[in-house]
């Protein structure tokens, strides 16, 4: 089934160096590990990209026509160090941060990443509890890094995978790249213990939609946890279309009528996914409705980009510069109240304001492979 019509692609106005030169309190508190934003919701996740690059051109996330040969990566001296990395993320540990996800771009492509697994898994709560350090990857390379990921403290892993039809997984990651090593990639990181190990399908309608039903059956009874998102307007090239949007609810029901399911609480507050299992104690699966069910009343998630740009949606436009506060030998207080100070300032909910169409239109949306899913 291929693609209907060529959606017409934009190319991106350079957003990666849009963002504030973040405000400094002038007595800056210890952190409570409580902060709140403006609807009070906490900081409990913190999303960090480790690199811009990725190897696939996936079409809804960085489509060929914009990420092409002559397309400006950013340079390595750009991207933050390790070190920079680790002392952000223990200064948002202190406001309250418990779950740090890896994403990129592809995470995989950054060189020694298992080096800064293994610093972040050093870091404590206030209480002295680990994190729980997880990763989104396109799987191509898992196969040949799961051990060593799992040797330097990475608990889990998300792999994303768009279908089991080699055809159609080639033409959606659009580099020809095969789905049998992204299937031998999640078997290793299951042999090693990268558990629960979690896949995640975007679903574009009249593209892969009728992979649904196919996904479900091979992930059932596996142990893996199978969710699918709808199809989303990030960032400013993939063309998306509300056609193109097939509502999770009708996922649900596609798989219903082959699987009986029973839905799941929330395993944690800010949880994307609305879960269900299978009646027949095969697993569970997961849906994630940004489009048609927004979550934004309990989004407890911070964006870093590669180079220290913090965003705070998923949607956003603007960054806020916390590099420049690294390399401009700001102490640690300092910036822990700068990383407050924005926080409590925070009232994004991108997604519900689409739903009530009022979102505010033309706004350039950061991309999606730059700050990550
Ligand atoms: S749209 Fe923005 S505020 Fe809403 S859930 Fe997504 S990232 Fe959070």
């Known amino acids: 089934m291929s693609d209907p019509t060529p959606n017409r692609r934009i190319a991106i106005a350079d957003l ?10 002038a007595h800056p508190s210890a952190p409570t590990g409580h902060v709140a934003d403006r609807l009070h919701r906490p900081l409990h996740d913190l999303r960090i990209s480790v690199t811009d690059r990725c190897n696939f051109r996936c079409s809804y996330c960085m489509p060929r026509e914009v990420f092409d040969k002559d397309y400006v990566f950013l340079p390595q001296s750009s991207l933050l160090s390790f070190e920079e990395i680790t002392r952000l993320a223990r200064l948002f540990v202190a406001h309250g941060v418990r779950k740090i996800r890896l994403t990129g771009g592809e995470p995989l492509l950054r060189k020694n990443i298992e080096v800064l697994i293994t610093m972040l898994a050093e870091l404590r709560t206030p209480q002295g509890q680990p994190l729980d350090i997880t990763l989104t990857t396109n799987g191509s ?41 992204v299937l031998h990639g999640i078997e290793v990181a299951q042999n090693v213990g990268l558990a629960p190990l979690k896949v995640n399908m975007v679903v574009k309608r009249g593209t892969n939609d009728h992979e649904i039903v196919p996904m479900a059956r091979h992930f059932r009874g596996t142990g893996s946890v199978l969710r699918f998102i709808e199809y989303m307007d990030v960032g400013a090239t993939n063309g998306w279309r509300m056609d193109e949007v097939l509502p999770s609810a009708q996922v649900v029901e596609r798989i219903a009528q082959h699987f009986a399911l029973q839905p799941l609480e929330a395993s944690e507050p800010g949880e994307t996914a609305q879960r269900w299992r299978y009646a027949d104690g095969q697993g569970e699966i997961g849906v994630i409705s940004s489009v048609t069910q927004a979550f934004c009343g309990s989004c407890n998630r911070a964006r870093l980009s590669t180079e220290g740009k913090l965003f705070l949606c998923l949607f956003a436009s603007q960054g806020h510069d916390l590099r420049a506060l690294l390399r401009g030998a700001y102490s640690d207080e300092q910036i822990a109240g700068a990383i407050g100070l924005i926080w409590q300032q925070r009232s994004d909910r991108y997604s519900q304001l689409r739903a009530s169409g009022s979102a505010a239109a033309g706004e350039r949306r950061v991309e999606m492979s730059y700050i990550g899913g």
């Open 16 to 25: 990666r160096y849009a963002s504030e030169m973040p405000a400094i309190p």
């Open 141 to 181: 390379l898992l196969a040949k890094k799961a051990q060593a990921l799992k040797d330097a403290g990475l608990r889990r892993v998300t792999v994303s995978l768009d279908g089991l039809d080699d055809t159609v997984f080639r033409r959606m990651n659009d580099v020809d790249f095969p789905v049998a090593d």
